[in-house]
């Protein structure tokens, strides 16, 4: 996963995710996108392709609770190993605090029926920033495990989990940066 964020911290993800159906045939993956939070996650969708980043067919309901990304076709199967990138913005998903912002973000989601072997996120910022303070969590929901590693880069950080996660576990991070490295946005 590639997180951008621009000097006004407009939000934009990208999600790679590499499937194997373990030899099951398979029409396609479901990628439950957590929104429930305070305020509530605003995500904008921009495109979702396959691994030659040809546009690939999706379906997505958003229910309150998760933006629910149904992808593939019906009655079109496969075998073995897939690629997906899903690409979108987010809204409200920087909480602010009296003196920085903090970035929140399950990476994974905990809703996955199968295991993950790994998973990584780059926060990249497009400007100098300050970042604070960076922690990540593995486990279920709630979880204060911390089967991570970070790693500052120039211009962000990276999130990398130290292990397999299993069924219902995901990897989330928390970046807080200094206020005066990221203005207000825009009205």
Not at 22 to 33: H, M, S, T, V
Not at 66 to 79: E, P, S, V, W
Not at 138 to 165: F, H, M, P, Y
Request: some cysteine.
């Amino acid at each position: 996963m590639i997180i951008k964020v621009d000097e006004h911290r407009k939000t934009t993800i990208e999600e790679n995710i590499h499937y194997d159906s373990d030899g099951l045939k398979r029409q396609g993956i479901i990628r439950f996108i957590p929104i429930k939070t305070k305020p509530p996650l605003k995500l904008k969708l921009l495109s979702v392709k396959d691994s030659n980043l040809v546009d690939h067919p999706y379906e997505v309901k958003n229910d309150g609770k998760f933006l629910t990304l149904k992808i593939g076709q019906a009655g079109r199967f496969f075998r073995g190993l897939r690629a997906y990138q899903i690409t979108y913005e987010c809204f409200n998903c920087w909480r602010e605090f009296e003196d920085y912002f903090e970035f929140y973000w399950n990476v994974t989601g905990n809703d996955w029926d199968m295991w993950i072997e790994q998973s990584k996120a780059r926060i990249i910022f497009d400007k100098p920033t300050r970042i604070l303070k960076s922690v990540c969590f593995t486990g279920e929901r709630g979880s204060k495990q911390k089967d991570c590693q970070i790693r500052k880069l120039n211009n962000g950080v990276e999130i990398v989990s130290d292990r397999a996660l299993s069924e219902r576990e995901g990897l989330t991070i928390a970046v807080a940066v200094a206020k005066s490295d990221s203005p207000k946005l825009p009205s």
